[in-house]
T-cell receptor
Framework: DSGVTQTPKHLITATGQRVTLRCSPR?????VYWYQQSLDQGLQFLIQ???????AKGNILERFSAQQFPDLHSELNLSSLELGDSALYFC??????????FGPGTRLLVL | AQTVTQSQPEMSVQEAETVTLSCTYD???????LFWYKQPPSRQMILVIR??????QNATENRFSVNFQKAAKSFSLKISDSQLGDAAMYFC?????????????FGKGTKLTVNP
């Protein structure tokens, strides 16, 4: 157990819908990272937050957004969902911005 | 942009034997970090080992060790005394040491099968 929690574990929804994925970092970790793992794209970095502020952005679609709250938990919002958004979404956290510890992931299936 | 290449999509090893997984990377930076993560069938991403580029000594964690060749931009993982529980996808990852870009760049992964 890495200490990073993600909810829900599984999510099934329809195209065009909007979902919210939630992540709670390890106690004391200020940085939260979101990654997407899909069969065709592999593991890709989406976005990073540090102590409530956006710190780095990767290959995140405009339909996707994220935020980190004062209690340091983070949410990833995915809207206007398409079939191709089906993937495993990971949250990771770090305290020293060096080693990232991953949560169990949220498996999203868009039908 | 940095890239990470794992040239072996699949590898297999007999239980109790030793196996080496390859990873090469491309970067123009001199300071960075390298990682190996394990992803078993549960899909959890588990940190196996980490190497700082400024350290010449190869990292070791129990049965896991790396061969870090900075000039060759190579970072291989050696698993000794392989166990059935080592069966998983293994991902090599790169992280810049420059501030403001702490994202991990992953390779495509190597699927390791351990045969009893």
């Amino acid at each position: 157990d890495s200490g990073v929690t993600q909810t829900p574990k599984h999510l099934i929804t329809a195209t065009g819908q909007r979902v919210t994925l939630r992540c709670s970092p390890r106690s004391g970790d200020l940085s939260v990272y979101w990654y997407q793992q899909s069969l065709d794209q592999g593991l890709q970095f989406l976005i990073q937050y540090y102590n409530g502020e956006e710190r780095a952005k990767g290959n995140i679609l405009e339909r996707f957004s994220a935020q980190q709250f004062p209690d340091l938990h983070s949410e990833l919002n995915l809207s206007s969902l398409e079939l191709g958004d089906s993937a495993l979404y990971f949250c990771a956290s770090s305290v020293d911005q060096e080693t990232q510890y991953f949560g169990p992931g949220t498996r999203l299936l868009v039908l | 942009a940095q890239t990470v290449t794992q040239s072996q999509p699949e590898m297999s090893v007999q239980e109790a034997e030793t196996v080496t997984l390859s990873c090469t990377y491309d970067t123009s930076e001199s300071d960075y970090y390298l990682f190996w993560y394990k992803q078993p069938p549960s899909r959890q991403m588990i940190l196996v080992i980490r190497q700082e580029a400024y350290k010449q000594q190869n990292a070791t964690e129990n049965r896991f060790s790396v061969n870090f060749q900075k000039a060759a931009k190579s970072f291989s993982l050696k698993i000794s005394d392989s166990q059935l529980g080592d069966a998983a996808m293994y991902f090599c990852a790169y992280r810049s040491a420059q501030g403001g870009s702490e994202k991990l760049v992953f390779g495509k992964g190597t699927k390791l099968t351990v045969n009893p």
